[in-house]
């Protein structure tokens, strides 16, 4: 009895403390009425000019959430309410005081895109409300918008806001979190079930890789000998666009997905089962009954993909959010206040 009593009154601490409830659908309504609009505007403009930011920026909001960061390294805090998923963190350059942020981190950098276009949102935001509307929640919503775009308008979702910014940016955790495309099946199920998602949400968001491009290093391993399970055409036309060996210095880029590369559609189903594939990880969504019963499905049914990639991405966007407390709405997106 004392000691449920004593855990209540420090939930209830913790709560008060760094309260972290949950996020609203149309939480700008009144407190900056153009926000959701204004992003979108400056997301759409800057995919018609190059779709492929708009890949960078959908990866952007997975690599944000997925990255924890406590909200201050020196704020005594426990449990999951003091961690920043879904925080900006990654948006953060490196400082005297900080020198290797997240955005450093290998799963990062040089491969992370679309830094310029959340830039340009967020000026835009601060010219009609000033500090009134998160990095952590434009980088959500550039994400979403992006979605919307890239689909042809068919992923379209309504997504609550009210994130804080964090404080805190640690290269470290990149890696610590990030999956690598090396991951086999039970280690994907693994770093997902540890940010709250379960298989299917894998399955479905794994789907973004119907966009955007990739670096050779992160597959080169899958297109020498021995041949690996990937497609030996896909493989053979892969051997011609990379260097045996990349490098940072000699590290181009190719589609992730032949057909439709664009495009933000199933079709990324379709190449898993063709095994057209970059990555193991891709390839590894064949390895159960369960995930590969799951990709037949979204590589048949209709839009059901669709539908089922809103609702996960609602869901990764709530990962350890921070609603109030000791969160910040930064002026810059690149620096804390
Ligand atoms: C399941 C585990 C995942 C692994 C192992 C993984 C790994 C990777 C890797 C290695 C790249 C290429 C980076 C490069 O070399 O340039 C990539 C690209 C990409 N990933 Fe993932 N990813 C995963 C899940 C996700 C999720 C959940 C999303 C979004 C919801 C996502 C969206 C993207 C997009 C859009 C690109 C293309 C980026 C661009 O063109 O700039 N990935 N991913
Ligand atoms: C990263 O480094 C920080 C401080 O240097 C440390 O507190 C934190 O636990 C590290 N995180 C991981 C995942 O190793
Ligand atoms: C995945 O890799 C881990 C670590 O190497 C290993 O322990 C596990 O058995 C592998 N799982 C499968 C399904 O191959």
Redesign the pocket.
């Known amino acids: 009895m004392a000691r449920v009593a004593a855990i209540l009154v420090s939930c209830v601490l913790l709560l008060a403390a760094t309260s972290c409830h949950g996020l609203k659908y149309g939480y700008y309504n009144r407190r900056c009425p153009p926000a959701e609009f204004i992003v979108r505007n400056v997301v759409g403009k800057a995919i018609r000019q190059n779709p492929g930011i708009g890949a960078g920026l959908i990866r952007l909001a997975f690599h944000d959430c997925f990255v924890q960061a ?1 909200v201050s ?1 020196h704020f005594p805090c426990h449990g999951t309410c003091c961690l920043h998923g879904c925080d900006a963190s990654v948006l953060l350059d490196p400082t005297p005081a900080n020198p290797r942020p997240e955005k450093l981190g290998p799963p990062n950098f040089p491969s992370l895109r679309g830094f310029e276009v959340i830039d340009a949102a967020k000026a835009a935001l601060e010219r009609v409300c000033p500090g009134k509307v998160s990095c952590a929640d434009v980088v959500q919503f550039a994400g979403r918008d992006a979605a919307f775009f890239l689909s042809g308008y068919k992923v379209n979702y309504a997504l609550p806001g009210g994130r804080l910014d964090g404080r805190v940016s ?1 290269e ?2 990149t890696l ?2 990030l999956p690598p495309p090396s991951f086999n099946l039970s280690e994907l199920v693994d770093s997902f079930r540890t940010k709250g998602l379960d298989v299917d949400d894998l399955v479905v968001l794994s789907g973004s890789h119907t966009i955007g491009r990739s670096h050779c290093s992160s597959f080169s391993d899958r297109i020498g000998t021995p041949p690996s399970d990937m497609d030996a055409g896909l493989a053979a036309v892969l051997r011609r666009q990379c260097p045996a060996n990349p490098n940072f210095n000699n590290d181009p880029t190719v589609v992730q997905d032949i057909f439709t590369p664009n495009r933000l559609d199933n079709q990324y189903y379709k190449n898993v089962l063709r095994r057209k594939v970059l990555f193991k990880s891709d390839a590894a969504l064949l390895t159960s009954t369960e995930t590969a019963r799951k990709v037949v499905e979204n590589a048949a049914v209709r839009g059901r993909w669709e539908r089922k990639f809103a609702r996960a991405m609602v869901k990764m966007a709530a990962i350890e959010v921070k609603t109030a407390g000791n969160g910040e709405v930064r002026r810059n997106c690149r620096v804390v206040n």
Do not use: S, T
């Open positions: 406590r390294l640690l470290n955790e610590a979190f």
